[in-house]
């Protein structure tokens, strides 16, 4: 059995992300730059974008968790109001 690298869920088969369909495509919509250390030592700047970039991405994937966890809320509440 193969788990999500991003969530953990088991997978019901490994794919070449390592990741499930919903964190492939959550992880799709921002693409990935390619930040090295340079040849003679470690590039402040680079660390500093990448930094940046991994930041925006966890923002990004909480933003869209906690849209579809408030989706989620509201759908249940209006199932129970107005069966
Ligand atoms: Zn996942």
Excluded: N
Excluded at 16 to 42: E, I, N, W
Excluded at 58 to 64: D, E, K, R
């Amino acid at each position: 059995m193969t788990y999500c690298i991003r969530c953990g869920r088991a997978l019901k088969a490994p794919t070449p992300t390592g990741m499930g369909s919903t964190c492939a495509r959550k992880a799709q919509a921002v693409p990935v730059p390619d930040h090295d250390r340079d040849l003679f030592g470690y590039d402040i700047e680079k660390a500093v974008q990448a930094a940046r970039y991994r930041l925006s991405v966890f923002i990004g994937t909480a933003t869209v968790d906690a849209h579809i966890a408030v989706r989620r809320g509201f759908r249940l509440a209006r199932e129970r109001l107005l069966p």
